[in-house]
């Protein structure tokens, strides 16, 4: 729900850089073994997008978006996204994918990759764990930490239309399986990549109905708890986040966790909250600490990626005055 910057993107693409160097040697050996394969009949077509791929393998997987566009262009004037959804390129896309590696790397490169990252929550509703977890597996004498994703990889580019950005490391976005699949081959407008100041905001807001806190606190009762999800309007193709993941359904299951904050935000008022302070001073040293603390999530609209439920709890919380709008 919010765009990670570039530069951050970058320092951990970068941390791989001998695995990556590898993956790409490997492109081009596979590529050509493909082009050599006369029991795939390849036509002319196809080896130019073949060629084509081998002219970027050196920078295909590190590309950032701004560079996909470029070379999405260029690869839809030798076979267009329609025709390479069809029946007809299923084996020539297929194969593709798997010269390029994509099975394998989904299983022992991008857990460990996402791991490093620091994404730990669907990208899409931010309601689902999406993590790698480090387990010790040991080979003969020597332990090795592998890494297991407890995720599925949306492609921001679909394989069915674009097989040449499967293993693009900026078309990949780690989501939870339900989000997978509500969203299929569905465009929607947003872009987890951002060349942006980090600090720029999301576009996307949880909002409780107008009057609904001064009715909680006047009856007292669960159900008068209402809310909805705000976002940017969308032209064609593109679809809303509401239509394609129905977050607010999602998320209508956890009115409990708005109530606590209205009740939080009448317990904490600002004097009591100074007065913690005061009285653990070594506590509430580093900045927003105290803030995670109340809410019991990150306090932040940058961080909502490392925990589930942060980008709701962020927007209510700022809301009903829990905690101050600029975090």
Same mark, same amino acid.
């Given at each position: ?71 999405? /262009?260029?690869?839809? $004037? =030798? +076979?267009?996204?329609? @025709?390479?959804?069809? *029946?007809? !390129?299923?084996?020539?896309? #297929? ?44 080979? /003969?004498?020597?332990? $090795? =930490? +592998?890494?297991?994703? @407890?995720?599925?990889? *949306?492609? !921001?580019?679909?394989?069915? #239309? ?166």
């Amino acid at each position: 729900m919010i765009s990670i910057s570039y530069s951050i993107m970058d320092t951990s693409i970068n941390s791989f850089d001998t695995e990556l160097a590898e993956f790409e040697n490997n492109i081009e050996l596979n590529l050509e073994k493909m082009l050599r394969d006369n029991s795939l009949n390849l036509s002319q077509q196809q080896k130019r997008y073949i060629n084509k791929l081998r002219q970027y393998k050196d920078t295909i997987i590190r590309a950032n978006p701004d560079l996909l566009l470029r070379y999405q /262009k260029e690869f839809d $004037k =030798i +076979i267009s996204p329609k @025709k390479m959804s069809s *029946d007809l !390129f299923k084996a020539f896309r #297929k194969k593709i994918i798997e010269e390029l590696g994509y099975k394998s790397k989904r299983t022992s490169f991008y857990p460990k990759y996402f791991y490093k990252i620091g994404i730990k929550s669907c990208v899409y509703c931010n309601a689902h764990l999406t993590v790698a977890i480090e387990e010790e597996e040991q080979l /003969k004498t020597k332990n $090795k =930490i +592998i890494y297991k994703a @407890k995720f599925q990889v *949306d492609h !921001f580019w679909p394989q069915a #239309k674009y097989p040449c950005f499967c293993i693009s490391l900026y078309n990949l976005y780690p989501a939870c399986g339900n989000c997978n699949n509500c969203k299929k081959v569905s465009d929607v407008d947003f872009s987890l990549y951002s060349n942006k100041n980090k600090n720029v905001g999301s576009p996307f807001r949880f909002r409780l109905d107008e009057g609904v806190v001064a009715k909680y606190l006047l009856n007292r009762k669960h159900e008068d708890i209402t809310f909805h999800f705000d976002e940017p309007e969308v032209i064609a193709p593109f679809k809303k986040f509401q239509e394609v993941f129905d977050l607010e359904g999602i998320y209508s299951t956890q009115k409990d966790l708005a109530e606590e904050l209205i009740l939080k935000a009448e317990v904490y008022t600002e004097q009591y909250k100074a007065k913690l302070k005061k009285q653990f001073p070594n506590l509430f040293k580093a900045p927003g600490v105290f803030n995670r603390l109340l809410l019991g999530n990150y306090p932040s609209e940058q961080d909502i990626h490392k925990r589930p439920m942060a980008k709701f709890t962020v927007d209510i919380a700022k809301q009903v005055g829990l905690i101050k709008k600029k975090q």
